[in-house]
């Protein structure tokens, strides 16, 4: 029976290039491109793995499959992206990542990556492993400041740095205005943010935004 595998990913011409790459050993059953319709499909397509970007619009990748992962713990779960940040491969790990590429070695290792997670073992391409140790140990990340707020609050940062107004953000997040204008300014404060091209800077240089 073939791995049934869901990809995620922002940049159509990749995911048709990863769907072409997977199909003669995997049944790939949807490609989404935005964290939300990860959230949605995954619960509905039922893939036995996840294979994603981390920066995609109005839900990044990481705080998808957080939540994804509370719904599906079964399901394995690839980050493929361009970040080779160790502090983030560490991340991903913690929330239950059983793999990470890259996408420049994709087409390499993406195969070997299914069929390690899919046996039980965890895939962490060797271009990222050298930085992993002191990040695993809880040294000095400077993931620590984006990982003081809550889901809400990252889901909230990523939409307005997005350049989405408060109205539309609210109408992505059904809320309110007034709560999505609470949170930013709880946001605001818990990082020491006075402007808002500082808050756009912070959402990129985190992830939530990709350049």
Known sequence: MR???LLADD?????EAFKTLLEAECEVVGAVTDGRELLAAAPKLLPDVIVTDISMPHLNGMDACRKIKKLLPE???IFLT?????DLVAEAIQIGADGYLLKKSAASELFQAIKSVMAGETYITPLVT??????????????????????RQREVLQL????NTMKKAAAILYVTPRTIAFHKYRIMEELQIETNAELIQFA????????
Not at 82 to 86: F, G, L, M, T
Not at 134 to 147: C, Q, Y
Not at 160 to 163: I, P, Q, R, S, T
Not at 204 to 211: A, D, E, P, R
């Open 82 to 86: 361009v970040n080779e940040d160790p």
């Open 160 to 163: 307005l740095a997005e350049g």
């Open 11 to 15: 940049h159509a011409i990749l995911v």
């Open 130 to 151: 050298k930085g992993m140790i002191g990040s695993l140990m809880g040294g000095n990340s400077h993931r620590d400041a984006i990982n003081s707020l809550t889901v």
């Open 204 to 211: 990129i240089k985190n992830g939530l935004v990709s350049t």
């Open 3 to 5: 791995t049934r595998v």
């Open 75 to 77: 399901v394995k779960l």
